[in-house]
Each structure stands twice: as structure tokens, then as C-alpha cells.
């Protein structure tokens, strides 16, 4: 069985930093795109930051330049670095990622069960 366990997150002042962090764990074989995901209350859940096995990276135009995300393929961990962060980051922020289980033989979506950031004064 797979797992994705996300945390980090917390309350934080606008302009603050936050790191967040998703281990995967279980029977893995491989992990492919690592991802992060927010939802605000009243909004559909978006993409904010992606990063591939060999560590390219993509941003949502709303984070760029201040969030980073990053993995430790030895760890299965994917990291996002969040700085100078504003009330609108506010959201439940969910890990996912591309795994392929030990034994079989395609890929499946798996996602952590979400940490709130909350960004206010």
C-alpha cells in the first residue's frame, strides 16, 4: 500500500515562509512527476507546482518567484519552500504523485490527505 503524508503546515503573518513536505511511503517501485496542489474554500483545487524525476520544475504565474519546489529522490520526499506568502495562498495544499507499487506494472494518482496554510495578520 502507498501513502502520501504531507506536513508543515501552519499559521503564518503575510511575508512569512513556510516548507512543506510529502514523503511517500510503501511498496514503491518508482516515482515519476511529484506535484502540488492547493484549494481555497469556494474555489476549484489548482496545480501550483510540479516537478519532474530528474528535477524540472514548473510554477503557477501566481507563486512564481516565491515558492520552490524540490524532491529527495533517496527519501521519496517532495519539498515546497513557500516565501513572502500572502493572505490568497491561504488553502489546504495537497501532495501529489505519479507511483508505480511494487509488482505492478503501470503508474497510479496518489494523494496525501492535505495540510492548511492559513496567511494572516
Known amino acids: 500500500q502507498v501513502q502520501l503524508v504531507e506536513s508543515g503546515g501552519g499559521l503564518v503573518q503575510p511575508g512569512e515562509s513556510l516548507r512543506l513536505s510529502c514523503a511517500a511511503s510503501?511498496?514503491?517501485?518508482?516515482?515519476?512527476?511529484m506535484r502540488w496542489y492547493r484549494q481555497a474554500p469556494g474555489k476549484e483545487r489548482e496545480l501550483v507546482a510540479a516537478?519532474?524525476?530528474?528535477?524540472?520544475?514548473d510554477y503557477a504565474d501566481s507563486v512564481k518567484g516565491r515558492f520552490t519546489i524540490s524532491r529527495d529522490n533517496a527519501k521519496n520526499t517532495v519539498y515546497l519552500q513557500m516565501n513572502s506568502l500572502k493572505p490568497e495562498d491561504t488553502a489546504v495544499y495537497y501532495c501529489?504523485?505519479?507511483?508505480?507499487?511494487?509488482?505492478?506494472?503501470?503508474?497510479?494518482?496518489?494523494w496525501g490527505q492535505g495540510t492548511q496554510v492559513t496567511v494572516s495578520s
Open positions: 501529489n504523485a505519479d507511483i508505480r507499487a511494487r509488482y505492478f506494472l503501470s503508474s497510479n494518482d496518489y
Open positions: 510503501g511498496s514503491i517501485s518508482s516515482i515519476n512527476d
Open positions: 516537478i519532474t524525476t530528474g528535477g524540472r520544475s
